[in-house]
């Protein structure tokens, strides 16, 4: 079983896709890496627009480090035929901030539910195949306010801990958002106290 550190998780590189095709229906996976439930609904509209006249968009999805947000969707096939099979692939990878969709065009012939269960199973697999899993590390979004005569202290921080800089502010009254690999977060807010005229606040992710 692969252990991980305390701050980082399994993950796909980018988007990918799969295929299966079974007495005439084709089913079209669509992976993606993702960070919140505003990005799996933002991928399912694209998907639906795109694919319109398809007859189901199952899908599965796990967010967060301890992978405890999850949900499967069968999108009208029988309970359980489809967005499970999709959701156990993606936790036999013991993967999190992943959603795979499942478009299915239906080819005339029923499958059952057995054959369904293949169906998404395999589809789903496939377009992990043809990814990438990658270990991502846990960062949180922090803010600093400080005043402009402090600057080279909180740079000095920032360069000791290889902070990433995503947006910065310099006037007399000074802000930097930054992002923290979770588990130097505690350490960080402790020198950031002990410095005059700073101060932090954690954004989330």
Same mark, same amino acid.
């Given at each position: 079983?692969?252990?991980?550190?305390? &701050?980082?998780?399994?993950? #796909?590189?980018?988007?990918?896709?799969?295929?299966?095709?079974?007495?005439?229906?084709?089913?079209?996976?669509?992976?993606?890496? +993702?960070?919140?439930?505003?990005?799996?609904?933002?991928?399912?509209?694209?998907?639906?627009?795109?694919?319109?006249?398809?007859? %189901?968009?199952? =899908?599965?999805? /796990?967010?967060?480090?301890?992978?405890?947000?999850?949900?499967?969707?069968?999108?009208?096939?029988?309970? %359980?035929?489809?967005? &499970?099979?999709?959701?156990?692939?993606?936790?036999? %990878?013991? #993967?999190?901030? +992943?959603?795979?969709?499942?478009?299915?065009?239906?080819?005339?012939?029923?499958?059952? /539910?057995?054959?369904?269960?293949?169906? =998404?199973?395999?589809?789903?697999?496939?377009?992990?195949?043809?990814?990438?899993?990658?270990?991502?590390?846990?960062?949180?979004?922090?803010?600093?306010?400080?005043?402009?005569?402090?600057?080279?202290? /909180?740079?000095?921080?920032?360069?000791?801990?290889?902070?990433?800089?995503?947006?910065? %502010?310099? &006037?007399?009254?000074?802000?930097?958002?930054?992002?923290?690999?979770?588990? #130097? #977060?505690?350490?960080?807010?402790?020198?950031?106290?002990?410095?005059?005229?700073?101060?932090?606040? /954690?954004?989330?992710?």
């Amino acid at each position: 079983m692969f252990s991980a550190p305390e &701050d980082t998780y399994l993950t #796909l590189q980018r988007e990918s896709e799969g295929v299966y095709k079974e007495k005439g229906s084709k089913f079209l996976a669509f992976a993606f890496p +993702v960070q919140n439930e505003e990005e799996v609904k933002e991928k399912l509209e694209v998907l639906r627009k795109k694919f319109y006249d398809a007859r %189901h968009h199952c =899908y599965a999805y /796990v967010l967060g480090r301890n992978r405890d947000i999850y949900r499967a969707n069968d999108d009208g096939e029988p309970n %359980h035929s489809a967005g &499970d099979p999709i959701l156990g692939q993606i936790r036999s %990878h013991q #993967l999190t901030n +992943v959603l795979i969709v499942v478009v299915r065009y239906f080819g005339g012939t029923k499958l059952g /539910v057995g054959g369904l269960i293949t169906a =998404y199973k395999t589809a789903a697999a496939d377009s992990i195949a043809n990814n990438e899993i990658i270990t991502a590390v846990q960062q949180e979004k922090v803010k600093i306010d400080f005043e402009y005569l402090r600057m080279n202290e /909180v740079m000095k921080l920032i360069k000791d801990y290889e902070l990433q800089i995503i947006e910065q %502010h310099f &006037d007399n009254q000074c802000q930097i958002i930054l992002k923290v690999r979770q588990k #130097l #977060l505690d350490e960080l807010t402790q020198k950031i106290s002990e410095l005059d005229a700073v101060k932090m606040h /954690v954004l989330g992710e």
